[in-house]
Nanobody, 123 residues
Framework: QVQLVESGGGLVQAGGSLRLSCAVS????????MGWCRQAPGKEREFVAG????????LYADSVKGRFTISRDNAKNTVYLQMNSLKPEDTAVYYC????????????????WGQGTQVTVSS
């Protein structure tokens, strides 16, 4: 059973930065494409970023392109989301997700989920 544990969320002012981490256990990390999704209050969960098993290809939602960077360290079984130039509209619970299939831009394309970490951006 694959387990994902996010960390690194918190409160930050607009324009600031945060780095989220997701530690994966219980499976062969390099087999999984990884992604980050987020869910704001009253809204549906949305895709943020994804990275292939090797790390050679990344995908981003248009709303975060140029500000967020997804990366992975297969030796540490960890995926990261570096978030720069944060905006109040980035406020949400951020979820790490894993997929045994090719990564996609929809939350339903991911199979396993973490519990989430809160990111709050104040104006």
């Amino acid at each position: 059973q694959v387990q994902l544990v996010e960390s690194g969320g918190g409160l930050v002012q607009a324009g600031g930065s945060l780095r989220l981490s997701c530690a994966v256990s219980g499976g062969t990390f390099r087999w999984y494409g990884m992604g980050w999704c987020r869910q704001a209050p009253g809204k549906e969960r949305e895709f943020v970023a994804g990275i292939t098993q090797s790390g050679s290809t990344t995908l981003y939602a248009d709303s975060v392109k140029g500000r967020f960077t997804i990366s992975r360290d297969n030796a540490k079984n960890t995926v990261y989301l570096q978030m720069n130039s944060l905006k109040p509209e980035d406020t949400a619970v951020y979820y790490c997700a894993a997929s045994i299939r090719p990564i996609g831009r929809e939350p339903y394309e991911y199979d396993c989920w973490g519990q989430g970490t809160q990111v709050t951006v104040s104006s």
